[in-house]
């Protein structure tokens, strides 16, 4: 996603670090762990599927796809929990640090 996101549009904070926790005070803890999330600017806080949309939206090609994933919702969610249930083999095929979000940018 980093490299996608030539503009840095995007801000990337581990769950478990202080920035992420002060990013997802609305979420109950026992939630924080079960998805990906996004937070816009404005302090909302997007998980699972919904998230997709909304950082798809802040990167430069997402636009068409965001829009999609709005439409589809149901759609954007089954995908995003059939990508979770096989992210250590899809880690695996991508590489490592694939899904890593070390704010460092390594």
Known sequence: MRRLDRHG???FAP???VRGQ?????VPAELRLASMHGVTPDGRVWSGGEAVRVILGAL?????PSAVAATFP???DAAYRLVTRHRETLGRW????ACSVD???R
């Open 9 to 11: 549009a995007l801000a």
């Open 60 to 64: 430069p090609f997402g636009t068409i």
């Open 22 to 26: 002060e990013l997802l005070l609305g």
């Open 103 to 105: 704010p460092s940018g």
């Open 94 to 97: 991508l590489g490592r640090d």
């Open 15 to 17: 769950i478990q670090d």
């Open 74 to 76: 149901e759609a954007t």
